[in-house]
């Protein structure tokens, strides 16, 4: 019986007719999708802009760079602006072609494909990750921070450590063969339910490369912002080079934890689900949508909290509107103090970091 039903199930799938499934949330989640894209692309392009602006003039004015955190902070913030706008230039538009198009025939695009969603966002993680450790010493152990030179080529590991972990990530997907019904199948490239191998290193990364960084980082976060809270105005700003777009990146590792933790979840439901359509579809929208929309979150917070990057964003609209197709907003920039801008001249940097090697280290909450 068991046989004769197996055959024919066999001739009825030789049967069926292959059709690409579009998916039925394109016109609300990919509307949004493409919104969010184009909004992440112009914004990280004004913070890349601005920062660009920003280091020319203070190279211009022969900053002395070992005295002055500000140079770290902007490695930082342009890292993380690249990384989100080639994810709204390269993946986003990737994601929504592969709706409308059938992009993906072959077990090798669909790796690849998903190589590279993976990507940008495990750089973001990494990135956010170096930066709020960062913090966190420079707050409470400020004579402890690394040198500006580290701290840069754990910039450069974050981008490097994110391919392989991208790279094992993908390997997980196949292009699978899902019936519609009795007469039509289509192919998805989804997770590949049938290894246990796989779900179990799935768990791993996801608990290694995201839960344990995710409850370090919200712990120090924390920390950092009742230690803020408590801190006078005038304390601060004696230690400007310290506490200089703290509180931005607390903001942003808590934007960055919500959306990835509705992705995650996501994930690890499909993981143990069969495949369904009907079921897999929504959920996978939802986790896709949580992560990109934190290309455009992040720099809508770098330019509404750093204060550099707010006065400069103002002024750059205020020429433009002035001076429609002029550009006298870079000579205006160019002649504005460092102070302007909420970055210390390099004699004051100079004098914070003497004072502060003879003071003893902030005790940690």
């Known amino acids: 019986m068991n046989s004769t039903t197996n055959i024919f199930h066999a001739i009825t799938k030789t049967q069926q007719k292959y059709v690409f499934r579009r998916s039925n ?22 913070v890349l802009y601005l920062k660009r602006t920003q280091r020319k003039n203070t190279k211009a004015k022969g900053s002395l760079i070992a005295f002055s955190r500000f140079h770290v902070i902007s490695s930082y913030v342009e890292s993380l602006s690249v990384s989100h706008f080639l994810c709204a230039c390269l993946v986003i538009p990737l994601v929504v072609m592969q709706q409308f198009f059938d992009l993906i025939d072959t077990d090798f695009k669909c790796k690849l494909i998903r190589c590279i969603y993976y990507f940008f966002p495990l750089v973001t993680t990494n990135n956010l990750f170096v930066i709020g450790i960062e913090r966190y010493i ?8 690394p040198s500006s030179r580290i701290l840069r080529c754990t910039i450069a590991c974050a981008w490097i450590l994110a391919a392989p972990v991208s790279i094992i990530l ?14 039509t199948y289509t192919m998805k490239c989804l997770y590949d339910k049938a290894s246990l191998a796989k779900k179990v290193v ?41 506490f200089h777009g703290v ?54 917070v770098l330019l509404l909290n750093m204060k550099d990057l707010r006065v400069m964003l103002k002024d750059l609209l205020g020429c433009m509107r002035n001076n429609p197709g002029n550009k006298t907003q870079d000579v ?7 102070k302007k801008y909420g970055v210390n001249s390099d004699t004051d940097i100079e004098e914070s970091v003497r004072g502060e090697r003879h003071q003893i280290g902030i005790s940690a909450i």
């Open 25 to 46: 949330f394109k016109t609300v989640a990919y509307s949004l999708l493409c919104v969010l894209g184009l909004y992440a692309l112009v914004a990280n392009g004004v």
């Open 138 to 145: 420079a707050v409470f152990h400020p004579q402890k921070v």
């Open 170 to 183: 993908s390997a997980m997907y196949n292009l699978i063969r899902v019936d519609i019904d009795e007469e």
């Open 202 to 242: 799935f768990l791993v990364l996801a608990v290694c490369y995201y839960i344990i960084p995710s409850v370090l980082l919200s712990v120090l976060n924390i920390k950092i912002a009742r230690y803020l809270s408590r801190l006078q105005t005038k304390s601060v700003g004696k230690k400007n080079w310290i």
């Open 247 to 300: 509180s931005t990146f607390v903001v942003l590792i808590f934007c960055f934890i919500i959306p990835f933790m509705v992705f995650f979840v996501s994930s690890v439901i499909n993981i143990y689900q069969i495949p369904n359509l009907k079921f897999d579809i929504p959920i996978g929208h939802i986790g896709l949508i949580a992560v990109y929309a934190n290309s455009a979150i992040s720099p809508t």
């Open 332 to 338: 205006d920039m160019q002649e504005r103090p460092n």
